[in-house]
């Protein structure tokens, strides 16, 4: 067995000689967002590598770090290739009150499955749909809420991932666009995102450390001032200073 392939499942806790089908894909993707968070510290840090297969292998899944988008789904793209799963990776562009101005600086992957393509993705922090989305517009339901895919071109491509969480969202909003025409043909290339998210002064990832991940009745983030835990529908908010920061990071995150 390939060493990422070994290596993603057992961070995730998949058995090693286990069959991955797309059926199973559900409980890989669950697996997946409540074990290995969302999280921006190597680029607070600034311990920053190239994006290539050995790094992101050394950071997420040797290291059991987390990561950004180009980072999760890059790492769930490896691993889905060694699988013999069709995927390649693409880039979008988030909505977030209005269409985000640097770039396309998501990653998802597309996954071809008999004649249907979806979208996968577990590189979106708590937004995460937790099951393969068709792009035929149908809704998945998931423990995290409702998400859809939606054929509309604008100038930032010909699909828009739509999402309403569970306990958050009273009506459909715009998660982001993507041109599906559009893949990216070396991982190569998302260390233009890397860069962009690190040193353009409108990104919200340089600015403060975050971290998030999906739990069993909800979620938990963390960032240097506050600790928010959602636990089946219900909120709560901790005040925290650096000292609490790293007991949480240790409690919660292993780290």
Same mark, same amino acid.
């Given at each position: 067995?390939?060493?990422?392939?070994?290596l993603?499942r057992?961070?995730?806790?998949?058995?090693?000689?286990?069959?991955?089908?797309?059926?199973?894909?559900?409980?890989?993707?669950?697996?997946?967002?409540?074990?290995i968070?969302?999280?921006?510290l190597?680029?607070?840090?600034s311990?920053?590598?190239d994006?290539?297969?050995?790094?992101?292998?050394?950071?997420?899944? +040797?290291?059991?770090e987390?990561?950004?988008?180009?980072?999760l789904n890059?790492a769930?793209?490896?691993?889905?290739?060694?699988?013999?799963?069709?995927?390649?990776?693409?880039?979008? +562009?988030?909505?977030?009150q209005?269409?985000?101005?640097?770039?396309?600086?998501h +990653?998802?992957?597309?996954?071809n499955?008999?004649?249907?393509?979806?979208?996968?993705?577990t590189?979106?922090?708590?937004?995460?749909?937790?099951?393969?989305?068709?792009?035929?517009?149908?809704?998945?339901?998931?423990?995290?809420?409702?998400?859809?895919?939606?054929?509309?071109?604008?100038?930032?491509?010909?699909y828009i991932?739509?999402?309403k969480?569970?306990?958050k969202d009273?009506d459909?909003?715009?998660?982001?666009?993507?041109?599906?025409s559009?893949?990216?043909?070396n991982v190569?290339?998302?260390?233009?995102?890397?860069?962009?998210i690190?040193?353009?002064p409108?990104?919200?990832?340089?600015?403060?450390p975050?971290?998030?991940?999906?739990?069993n009745?909800?979620?938990?983030?963390?960032?240097?001032t506050?600790?928010?835990?959602?636990?089946?529908?219900?909120?709560?908010?901790?005040?925290?200073?650096?000292?609490?920061?790293?007991?949480?990071?240790?409690?919660?995150f292993?780290?």
């Amino acid at each position: 067995m390939n060493e990422l392939n070994a290596l993603f499942r057992k961070r995730i806790g998949l058995l090693e000689h286990e069959k991955v089908t797309f059926e199973k894909l559900d409980e890989i993707l669950e697996k997946t967002a409540k074990t290995i968070p969302f999280e921006n510290l190597s680029i607070m840090a600034s311990h920053l590598s190239d994006i290539n297969k050995e790094n992101i292998m050394n950071k997420v899944l +040797v290291r059991n770090e987390g990561g950004l988008c180009y980072e999760l789904n890059t790492a769930l793209y490896f691993f889905l290739v060694e699988n013999d799963f069709d995927v390649s990776l693409v880039r979008g +562009v988030i909505y977030n009150q209005g269409w985000m101005t640097i770039g396309r600086t998501h +990653v998802a992957i597309l996954l071809n499955h008999e004649g249907q393509t979806y979208l996968v993705d577990t590189g979106f922090g708590g937004n995460l749909p937790l099951k393969p989305v068709p792009f035929n517009g149908e809704t998945v339901i998931s423990q995290n809420g409702e998400f859809r895919i939606k054929k509309e071109c604008n100038e930032h491509g010909d699909y828009i991932f739509e999402l309403k969480l569970k306990h958050k969202d009273p009506d459909w909003k715009i998660g982001y666009a993507f041109d599906s025409s559009k893949t990216v043909e070396n991982v190569v290339e998302l260390n233009e995102i890397q860069t962009i998210i690190r040193e353009n002064p409108k990104s919200p990832f340089n600015k403060h450390p975050l971290i998030t991940r999906l739990t069993n009745r909800g979620n938990i983030t963390l960032t240097d001032t506050s600790f928010t835990q959602w636990d089946d529908g219900k909120v709560t908010k901790e005040e925290i200073d650096s000292t609490r920061f790293k007991e949480i990071m240790k409690q919660y995150f292993d780290r």
